[in-house]
Nanobody, 113 residues
Framework: QVQLVESGGGLVQPGGSLRLSCAAS????????MAWYRQAAGKQRELVAT???????YYTLPVKGRFTISRDNAKNTVYLQMNSLKPEDTAVYYC???????WGQGTQVTVSS
């Protein structure tokens, strides 16, 4: 069993920044590829970014150049640094062990003036 707990969401103005964290327990975290997803109201959940156990990252086009995914295997934590936030980034953000049924509970990010 794997537990994932996200934190760091909140309300931010357009152009601002937030850093999300996802703390993992119950697995050998360092070997698991991890991912961040988001789901806006009335829309399907979509992939945001992924990172391998070795730190290789991938970003989807809407966030490339603005978001950075990283991980600290010593702390069993994956991060999502979000810069230059736009209103369209508003969503509930979830972390996931890639390809697994394990998801966090989500953290709300609202970008609004």
């Amino acid at each position: 069993q794997v537990q994932l707990v996200e934190s760091g969401g909140g309300l931010v103005q357009p152009g601002g920044s937030l850093r999300l964290s996802c703390a993992a327990s119950g697995s050998d975290f360092s070997i698991n590829p991890m991912a961040w997803y988001r789901q806006a109201a009335g829309k399907q959940r979509e992939l945001v970014a992924t990172i391998t156990g070795g730190g290789r990252s991938y970003y989807t086009l809407p966030v490339k150049g603005r978001f950075t995914i990283s991980r600290d295997n010593a702390k069993n934590t994956v991060y999502l640094q979000m810069n230059s936030l736009k209103p369209e980034d508003t969503a509930v953000y979830y972390c996931r062990v890639s390809g697994s049924p394990y998801w966090g509970q989500g953290t709300q990010v609202t970008v609004s003036s």
